[in-house]
């Protein structure tokens, strides 16, 4: 599966349409199998304990698992999360960005199943884990 669209435009199509997050995520690699993005964690983020909160981390996982749909089937804004599953296993770092590393499992005509894997930038050993699915709508 080759991804429709570079990272440049998916950047852009992210800022365009979620003007409210802009500067908050960004995507550094997507090939319509594998998609890396970045969350800039900053202070807002962090939850009493020194620690990510859960939502920016499930945040991190919906906006990848979107972006990973949206390298394989082009801009279809209205694509949504159906379902999630979501593991916390370890405690993020307050001071660094979390990468996202998602695989696209399933791309169908009506839905996508995405894994999503969470780290401390730097770290080896994931955060959280992640299973999103989403529907896509139907082509008019």
């Known amino acids: 599966?080759?991804?429709v669209m570079s990272v440049a435009e998916m950047n852009a199509f992210m800022d365009e349409v979620f003007p409210q997050v802009s500067g908050e995520f960004e995507v550094e690699h997507m090939d319509g199998y594998e998609t890396v993005m970045r969350r800039r964690v900053k202070e807002s983020d962090l939850r009493p304990g020194g620690t990510v909160s859960g939502p920016t981390m499930f945040g991190l996982a919906d906006v990848t698992?979107?972006?990973?749909?949206?390298?394989?089937?082009?801009r279809e804004a209205l694509t949504v999360t159906t379902n999630c599953s979501m593991d916390f296993m370890r405690k993020p770092s307050a001071d660094r960005d979390l990468i996202a590393r998602a695989r696209m499992l399933k791309l169908g005509?009506?839905?996508?199943?995405?894994?999503i894997l969470i780290y401390s930038e730097g770290d080896e050993a994931p955060v959280a884990r992640a299973n999103m699915?989403?529907?896509?709508p139907p082509k008019r």
């Open 1 to 3: 599966m080759q991804a």
């Open 65 to 74: 698992a979107y972006v990973a749909t949206m390298a394989c089937i082009g």
């Open 109 to 115: 005509r009506t839905m996508s199943v995405t894994d």
């Open 133 to 136: 699915t989403y529907s896509i």
